[in-house]
């Protein structure tokens, strides 16, 4: 215990080296081992944070292909764009004309009509079928279904409005319903993604 | 910890003295569980409610274990092999609704314990760090039943993780690419069904490990009892062993009698009809909701439908969720009172049974209705009252109240004095 005792107090000189600006070799040893362990332990973070995110065969684009010729005014077909639902809705002219009688700026996410669809074909109305408030599928692009105050979709999770045009109306959804990239390869042929 | 009174752990034989050596692990238990362990002489039912929650997490690990041996985490064969448990497997069926009615126990058991803890102000000096473990614990249990509920894959199973992975989309910013990462996909699919599935099968371990820190903590200043007042002395506490392993095993009795009734006699009650019909991405169920205990944070979650203070009403409604539990790790210095017991804390006690509990079951109630009038606005109504609750009444009541008198101790509070209990002695049963 005496021996210790002493050593705790007295520098142990052979084991110190000061060099001339007072750094010793030892300081220098630690830090360089603790910075390079903790470089390396970082390092092995990103494969163990990287892999939860989507692998390539998820990433791996899939662009859906549609005939939208058979859909009537007034109705809406669903289909699947990287396993979640899309929605394609051919609107009637009075529902066009609803969408455009709403003053813009009283909007939650301000659109017109016109910028949610693509010039040539305002009927046309392609949005994801995924609510913007938790990602339910609204109702409304099946027959019969209710399509809420607005007459567009109506989200049956939470109770979400949307109107003609897709827009969030009432509830607890903070966007319109999202429009996805997509284009018109022939008058009535569109490719999504 | 321990009294100084507390019996000490004698080994009886041979074997037992090696193993006292070596390990000492029957002195452990012996301190922890036995009779080393002084315990109030007073403690009321309420106070079976910790083991019962014990009892039910080994419930759930030893049929999750099991249940894990027949399933597949697989997005194609997931809802087949949950099928596959309830038909083929022998007893298959019944493993599968223990562990399903299992985890509403536990959750029941839980409810009762915290609320417990609430009315009786358990959390107060010296016992902060086990009502904080509590509330870690009840996080950890939070997620790992809704894990577990996705395993399943059923229509529930599904749209419940849609939904509840939504919420982190409503994070500004990084929300969405959290979202994603989180379901390694841009729906919930075979990579989340995976992950969900490692992480359902290890959490609850972290939950036991959660679960001994919580007993030390708890062993350091001893159990709390219902006059709320400190032990004094000897005739103050018995024996853990055999006092309270007896009256634990009455009351771990009853609790198996009643969830036999419901795991044999009606093992879907609790359950929702939906999640007997595979996951389909593309049709949601009319109603979506979570298990029947997740109902009161799922109501505020839902009470949010219009902007507040320019944060959005989606995330106002996920920081209120998360909040309404986070505000319990606050309770030890938001509550200044410096009595414990809500049986002398006549204003305080009102507040509990007339505001808290009802809040409460309406909140337990509108989480499982439609998101329509009135449900919102009472979900609003009862929200708002929520943290009222806990932010403003529960720190202006505990500074402005007048105190009913204490009784001088445990043992007068029981006896009417110390000089009866000196008497009858302390190994007399009465009053327990």
Known sequence: ?193 | MSFPWARQYQPTNGLMRFLDEKLPLPRLVYNAVGAGYPVPRNLSYFWNFGVLAGFFLMVQIVTGVILAMHYAANAQVAFATTEHIMRNVNWGWMLRYAHANGASFFFIVVYIHIFRGMFYSSYKAPREMIWLLGVVIFLLMMATAFMGYVLPWGQMSFWGAKVITGLFGAIPLVGEPIQIWLLGGFAPDNAALNRFFSLHFLLPFVIAGVVILHIWALHIPGSSNPTGIEVKSESDTVPFHPYYTAKDGFGLGVALLVYCLLLFFSPNLLGHPDNYIEANPLSTPALIVPEWYFYPFYAILRAFTADFFFVPAKLMGVIAMFASILVWFFLPWLDRSPVRSGHYRPLFRKFFWFGLMPCMALLFYLGGAHAEEPYIMLSQIATAYYFLHFLVILPLVSSIERTDPLPTSITAAVLGSDKEAAKGGTASPVAV
Do not use: W
């Open chain 1, 1 to 193: 215990m005496a021996d210790t005792a002493a050593t705790a107090d007295t520098p142990i000189v052979h084991d110190t080296n000061p060099s001339d600006d007072g750094v010793r070799r030892r300081d220098f040893i630690n830090i360089a081992a603790v910075s390079a362990a903790g470089v390396g332990g970082v390092a092995v973070l990103i494969p163990l944070i990287s892999q939860m995110a989507p692998s390539k065969d998820v990433l791996a684009e899939s662009s859906t292909e549609l005939d939208v010729a058979a859909i009537q005014p007034g109705q809406a077909i669903k289909a699947v764009f990287r396993k979640q639902p899309l929605f394609v809705r051919r609107l009637t002219p009075a529902e066009i004309q609803a969408a455009d009688a709403v003053p813009v700026g009283e909007l939650r996410d301000p659109q017109t009509l016109e910028e949610r669809t693509k010039p040539g074909h305002t009927d046309m109305l392609v949005t994801m079928g995924v609510c913007t408030h938790l990602g339910c599928v609204p109702l409304g692009a099946a027959e019969g279904e209710v399509k809420g105050e607005y007459g567009g979709y109506f989200c049956p999770c939470h109770g979400s409005h949307y109107d003609t045009a897709g827009r969030i109306r009432k509830g607890p959804a903070p966007s319109n319903l999202q429009v996805p990239e997509y284009q018109f390869t022939t008058d009535t042929k569109i490719v999504v993604g």
